[in-house]
């Protein structure tokens, strides 16, 4: 991968192909993201906006297609990286996606074509038992359409935003790996949310509760989930262990909610208690 990282950073007809290409075929638009955060990570917006535009522009014809993933994940990774490039703090990066993705959300941008409700027909007519849920809950006074659309729409924002961090982080590493070896690595590590950050997520899925945001209660607790995998990732460093501890790790991570939930719990107290830094000193 880092090869590609290489090649594309020759010269901006490079890095424009590349991006083009790649968010047209189906299921790499990933890529293309990456390599418009690439660019932007490295040279700032106004010199990356070919590259970006380039991107951009298949994504959008996906978009007219109605898969709204790919030009949503472009959009997003790029501010980010924006972000990142300008402040230097990944924790300010994620809490900025994540606002903008629950924006997206609540604007109903993730909706399919037409909202909810031909989606909800095809099911009622697919399934004896959706048809009966649906049915009890409509006697129970829900608006199973709305309900079904901030499903669909809170899913899809979530798989963009994961997609979106994957992707910068992606774009960090080619950064490092091409111009500052081992760069990323020590950044990562060292990833982790300030007080202040944590006060302000909590304030925003607060007023998110009280004002019907649902968008910031689906995706406000990723810039921590981060965090708490960047703790992992450092403490396993600082420790020497086996690379294979990761990969348990993760294995965790996607199968079982109570990791998700201890991970969540470890960035919280180590917001207070900077865990890696007491390690570090003791060490």
């Excluded at 880092?2 to 047209?24: C, D, E, F, K, N």
């Excluded at 909202?115 to 006074?141: D, F, I, N």
């Excluded at 945001?213 to 995998?229: D, T």
Aim: proline residues 5%.
């Amino acid at each position: 991968m880092l090869a590609i990282a290489r090649w594309m950073m020759r010269g901006t007809p490079y890095a424009v192909g590349g991006a083009a290409l790649s968010t047209l075929i189906p299921w790499l638009f990933w890529l293309g993201a990456a390599i418009a955060a690439l660019v932007t990570l490295r040279r700032g917006l106004s010199p990356a906006l070919p590259v970006i535009v380039a991107a951009g522009l298949p994504a959008g014809w996906w978009w007219a297609q109605g898969d709204v993933i790919p030009l949503t994940s472009v959009l997003l990774v790029t501010l980010m990286a924006i972000v990142l490039r300008s402040r230097m703090r990944w924790s300010e990066a994620l809490i900025t996606g994540a606002l903008v993705g629950a924006g997206m959300i609540q604007l109903g941008v993730f909706l399919p074509p037409g909202g909810a409700g031909p989606m909800l027909e095809q099911l009622r007519q697919g399934s004896p038992e959706v048809e009966r849920l649906l049915s009890e809950l409509t006697s129970q006074g829900l608006d199973t359409e709305q309900l079904a659309g901030m499903l669909i729409g809170g899913i899809t924002g979530l798989v963009v935003l994961v997609a979106a961090v994957a992707c910068l982080a992606l774009a960090r590493s080619w950064q490092a790996g091409v111009y500052n070896p081992g760069g990323f690595r020590e950044e990562f590590h060292a990833l982790r949310l300030t007080p202040r950050e944590l006060a302000v997520l909590v304030v925003l899925g607060v007023v998110g509760g009280v004002m019907g945001l649902v968008g910031l209660g689906m995706l406000l607790w990723i810039p921590l989930l981060v965090a708490g995998i960047a703790l992992v990732h450092g403490y396993i460093g600082l420790k020497g262990m086996n690379g294979l501890w990761l990969i348990l790790f993760y294995v965790l991570l996607i199968t079982t909610w109570p990791m998700i939930l201890i991970v969540l719990l470890l960035a919280f107290i180590d917001v207070f208690a900077d865990i890696r830094g007491r390690l570090a000193s003791r060490n």
